[in-house]
């Protein structure tokens, strides 16, 4: 839990130490953030890159779908049997349509 600095007003935490000012600051900005919609999003632009870069490496790209998979799971708190159904669908889009296609073609 963060405590409250009596000198400074500003909130240290257990790892604040490790941080240099300019982390500190990224810290203090990410606390303020709810919900983990961004880092959702951000694996989606990765995974996007990552088919584009390496497009052979479908091992990788099924790792990033289910990281995304566990993080919407998190995120709207559905059941295990649901969570299986869209990594499912994930996989689905994957094998049968991108990689079909080329999958440069879905990507623009």
Known sequence: MARKSATKGKRHGFYSQALNEAERLELEEARGIDGID???AIFRVKLRELIVAKPERFDLHLKVASTIARL?????NITKE???SLKEAITKVLT???IPLGIRALIK
């Not at 919407?72 to 709207?76: A, E, L, S």
């Open 38 to 40: 961004e880092e959702i």
């Open 72 to 76: 919407v799971t998190t995120r709207y």
């Open 82 to 84: 649901q969570k299986k």
């Open 96 to 98: 049968e349509i991108a």
